[in-house]
């Protein structure tokens, strides 16, 4: 075996330089709308999962700097082969002051992985060896690669080598549950009374749709760090959030749990409290590949027709004109902050290549220009959506004279169309769950995949993406991943269009709030310099 003390990744307190005594404070933020749920084998929206970071920790996590750092476990040793783990877990303590140990986390493992429990995000974790069978009720749980050999010791088996798998477990569905107080109560999670939890955080009062109150765990094994001794959290509108924030009632408001108003971002930009960072994340078009949509021929089976459209787009124009806050023209669909590639797979704005490609496009299809149907673009009815849809309708009907037609869909309905792939230009983004390429790539590795929508699937790609899992060598990897990405963008299966920013107000003296590129915020280490106190 091969023990990893993790230099780098380890948090260790005798590594670092120990935080004055801060006077405990009080926060106030806006979280947008209600969680879904407070259950980490469960949550899948933006609000929840942020909640459950301060409420949770798990084996590792992002620190102040978004790099990634152990937590829980105190270091790993990991096999010669890359498929088993061993973690070796510090001393800590649950909410209520029990012990918590490696059982909390394989019970909880074990049952997201259980074919009677209901979750959605069970297959983050198919990694494990076994997984995904038991979760299908072909073996039994036992056989799930998942062992305790005593209380402070998890070793995991995978299917097969991940060499991000220190970054999967820093995700909210493999943090521990306190499973003997759901043995207890299982409707621990729905209210703030009974809720254990081991994070800096622990909620007091909910009032549902309305306002949360959480506030500093004393039996978090690093709360002498937390400086807040309490946070505001509400569930409001962005219009009134803003106004809340420009009175002063309001300390953090925008990214990552609510979005600023598209007309105030302008204006507001010009303020010092206005910050804007990267974001991994990236909005594309899904382009429908099948010969025919709907029983009609589909000018978009034809990748020559696809490039041409991308090639086409002014993708500067809409980030400054009607983005405006910090976005990046995107020439691939991996953000450039996950180390891929900086410069994208092709130009932005040649619409003199575009109309090549078009012209070489028809010829294949054996059509003409003035023949053709119109291109239906189709997206989730919003202010945003609407505004890119019309920018860049424009764009393909100046440059390429195609005539476009827009079909803007309330949400429940236009997710069902994408599912059933019942559309031909569909709006859609991709935001990370983990620090890794691949987690970008794989969403379009297998055209039966409830991710991909887009009919269109590479033996090469998929060739490249499960040569890229083997791979131990880092180089060779990027390698790897960036020779699949070239294909996706010479396929042009999706269109890249940006990648977004964080856009977000910040009052003056709150310092060190931890926001990483994952659009995750971290409160625990956040502190107010001109104290103040919320009556």
């Known amino acids: 075996m091969i023990r990893f003390f993790c230099l780098f990744l380890l948090c260790l307190s005798g590594c670092q330089k120990t935080p004055p005594v801060l006077q405990q404070q009080s926060l106030r933020v806006n979280i947008g709308s209600d969680p879904q749920t407070l259950d980490p084998r469960k949550a899948r929206d933006l609000t929840a999962i942020t909640l459950i970071r301060m409420f949770f920790e798990g084996l590792t996590r ?11 476990a105190k270091d790993v040793e990991i096999s010669k082969d890359g498929t088993e783990y061993t ?4 001393k800590s303590f649950w909410s209520n002051g029990v012990e918590l140990t490696s059982f909390d986390f394989a019970e909880s493992w074990k049952m997201i992985l259980s074919p009677q429990f209901p979750t959605d995000i069970a297959y983050q974790l198919y990694v494990i060896k076994n997984a995904r069978k038991a979760k299908l009720g072909e073996v039994d749980i036992q056989q799930v690669g998942i062992q305790t050999p005593d209380a402070h010791t998890l070793v995991v088996v995978l299917e097969q080598p ?30 703030p009374e ?9 909620p007091k009062s909910w009032k549902h749709c309305d306002q949360m109150r959480v506030v500093k765990n004393v039996q978090y094994w690093q709360s002498q760090d937390v400086g807040l001794r309490e946070l505001d ?10 106004r809340m924030f420009e009175e002063g009632k309001l300390d953090w408001a925008g990214s990552p749990l609510s979005t600023i108003p598209a007309d105030a971002v302008c204006e507001l930009k010009r303020s010092e409290k206005f910050h804007a960072s990267p974001f991994s994340a990236t909005y594309f078009f899904r382009v429908n590949t099948a010969e025919k949509v709907k029983d009609k021929i589909n000018v978009l089976s034809n990748a020559q027709f696809r490039k041409a459209l991308s090639y086409c787009l002014n993708r500067k124009e809409i980030t400054e004109h009607i983005l405006q806050g910090g976005q990046t023209p995107a020439k691939g669909l991996t953000p450039p902050t996950m180390g891929l590639s900086d410069e994208g797979y092709f130009s932005d704005a040649n619409p003199m290549l575009a109309r090549s490609l078009l012209e070489n496009a028809l010829l294949e299809l054996d059509l003409k220009k003035e023949n053709l149907e119109p291109i239906k673009l189709s997206y989730k009815s919003d202010e945003r959506n609407a505004a890119i849809a019309q920018a860049i309708q424009k764009q393909w009907e100046t440059a390429l004279q195609l005539r ?3 079909d803007a869909i309330e949400p429940k309905t236009f997710f069902q169309r994408i599912s059933q792939k019942e559309f031909q230009l569909a709006a859609g983004s991709w935001t990370a769950d983990f620090d890794d390429p691949i987690n970008f790539l794989e969403v379009f590795k ?22 890229s899992a083997l791979c131990r060598n880092l180089e060779e990897r990027k390698k790897l991943l960036c020779e699949a990405e070239q294909i996706l963008m010479e396929q042009m299966p999706i269109i890249p269009v940006f990648h977004y920013a964080l856009n977000y107000l910040q009052c003056e003296g709150l310092e060190e709030v931890a926001l990483s590129p994952l659009g995750q915020i971290d409160f625990r280490w956040a502190h107010l310099e001109d104290c103040k106190e919320i009556k």
């Open 194 to 202: 009974g809720y254990v939890c081991n994070g800096p955080f622990i």
């Open 446 to 467: 297998y055209k039966d995949a409830s991710t991909n929508n887009t009919n269109w699937e590479s033996a090469k790609y998929v060739e490249l993406l499960n040569s």
């Open 87 to 90: 973690f070796h877990l510090r």
């Open 404 to 406: 476009v037609e827009l």
């Open 162 to 191: 991940i060499p991000y798998f220190l970054q999967l477990v820093s995700m909210t569905s493999f943090f521990p549950i306190p499973h003997e107080t759901i043995k207890e109560n299982p409707n621990w999670a729905l209210q």
């Open 233 to 242: 959290l509400f569930m409001m509108s962005s219009d009134t959030e803003l």
């Open 62 to 72: 992002h620190g102040k700097s978004g790099a990634l750092e152990m937590a829980l």
